[in-house]
Every structure is written in C-alpha cells, then in structure tokens.
C-alpha cells in the first residue's frame, strides 16, 4: 500500500510541473523547428524538444532521423546471413546466440500482449522476449538482424551516431520479431471472434530491448570489428531521407 502511494504521489507531482509552462525553455532543440518545447507549454516536462520532435525521439532513438525502412535493411540481412552461415563454428557467434538464448530463459512466464497495462518498461521488455521464446524465434534471426543493423548504419551516408540510436533500431526489428498476441474463437456468439493486440513499438521498453541486444553482441562485435567494418560491408549506400 505504501508503495501504491508513493508511485500516486509521485504522478500528481509530475502532473502538477507538467501543467506549469517554464518560459526558462522556450524553443524546440532541433535546428529549425521553431515550436516551443514542451517544458515551455502545457505538456510535458521536455526542455529540449517539442511534441512532434520528443514523440519521433520516443519511437525511433533520435529526434532528427527517421527508422530504416524493410527495404534499407533488407541487402544487409543477406549479407549478415551469409557471413553467419559461413562462420556458424566461430567461438564468438556461439556466444552471441548463447547469450540470446539467456535472455530467452531469464525472461520469465509468458505475458499476453493485451495484459502489458500496469507493467514497468524493464518488465515490457522481459515480456518480449518471453514473446520470442513462446514463438521458437530461432536466437540467430536475432542476431542475423542486429548484424544486418550495424551494417546499415555503417551504410548511412548521414547515420545518426549517437548510441541510442542504434539500440533503438536493433530493438525494433527484434520488437516485430516478437510480434503480438493473437487469439480466435470460431464457435462464439454471434460467430467467430478474433483479437490481435500489438505491443507499442516505442519509449524505454525499446532501450531496454536494445541494451539487452548490445550485451549480448558486445563480444562478437569487439573481435570481429573488422570483419564487419570491411569484409561485411558490401558498396550498398543510403541515401538521406528527412
């Protein structure tokens, strides 16, 4: 109970400064966008950046670029599957799967995507990978697409180099690979009923997801650091899209 008021107290609070306009931060960080900051409005405590600009920082990793599309990974999963297929037997890509396969284990009980209400965002994304072991996400298309990802940005002839931004993006391919909950009850009243509940793809669970996903490639990216700089990498650009 004690806790239960103390997390009530704390929302009123936060409430209450989020509702007064702090004229201390006028402008939106991002370089020409003009709008307010949302410190400096009625919505939200963000000194840095406005609603349109904090909500793309939520749901890609950073306020100025937009997530690669299918299209933009897709030639560097091809490559990422290859180089895996040919060194299947290296100590390092054992240890990267190995280390998925944990996160698989540690997840803890499976937890339907429609019952994630009420649930913190570490505890959002233990459910995600609960979600991968349920389905029998084979744990090398985990690491197949976390390396498809490096080399995209390392593609990017304008990548965003901030940290966050790749373990966001690591975190949402995984995150659709986890996919939702989907039940179907073809005898009910009024006849078959279907639900499909999709978990948001967005906020902390995504940088939770991701430093996850650095941990577990931590060693395989370290000792193969010119492998993916040089040999992985294929002459396949991207060009900048705002």
């Known amino acids: 109970m004690a806790n239960w008021t103390k997390k009530r107290d704390r929302k009123e609070e936060v409430a209450t400064r989020a509702a007064e306009p702090s004229l201390r ?3 939106c960080r991002v370089m020409g966008c003009g709008k307010p900051s949302r410190a400096a409005t009625q919505d939200g405590l963000d000194t840095f950046f406005c609603r349109s600009h904090a909500d793309r920082h939520s749901r890609h990793g950073s306020p100025y670029k937009r ?3 299918a299209k933009e990974i897709a030639p560097h999963r091809k490559t990422a599957k290859a180089w895996l297929d040919g060194n299947k037997d290296d100590i390092w890509v054992t240890n990267a799967i ?22 913190s965002s570490q505890e959002r994304a233990k459910a995600a990978w609960a979600r991968l072991r349920k389905a029998n996400v084979d ?20 990548p965003d ?24 009850w073809p005898n009910a009243a009024g006849g078959p009923k279907e639900l499909h509940v999709y978990p948001r793809s967005r906020g902390q669970v995504l940088r939770h ?5 650095e941990g577990a490639l931590e060693l395989l990216t ?5 492998a993916i700089e040089v040999s992985l990498l294929r002459p396949v650009r991207i060009d900048y899209m705002p």
């Open 161 to 184: 180099s901030k940290a966050e931004f790749k373990r966001v993006q690591m975190a949402k391919l995984v995150h659709k690979m986890a996919s939702g909950t989907h039940k179907r």
């Open 209 to 213: 997801l991701g430093a996850d996903l």
């Open 139 to 158: 744990p090398r298309k985990v690491v197949e697409a976390c390396l498809a990802l490096e080399l995209t940005v390392r593609a990017d002839l304008q």
């Open 25 to 27: 931060f006028h402008t």
């Open 67 to 69: 997530s690669y599309t």
């Open 98 to 119: 190995q280390r998925v396969q944990t996160l698989y284990m540690n997840a803890g009980p499976h937890v339907e995507a429609f019952r994630l209400n009420g649930l």
């Open 222 to 226: 370290a000792k193969h650091k010119i």
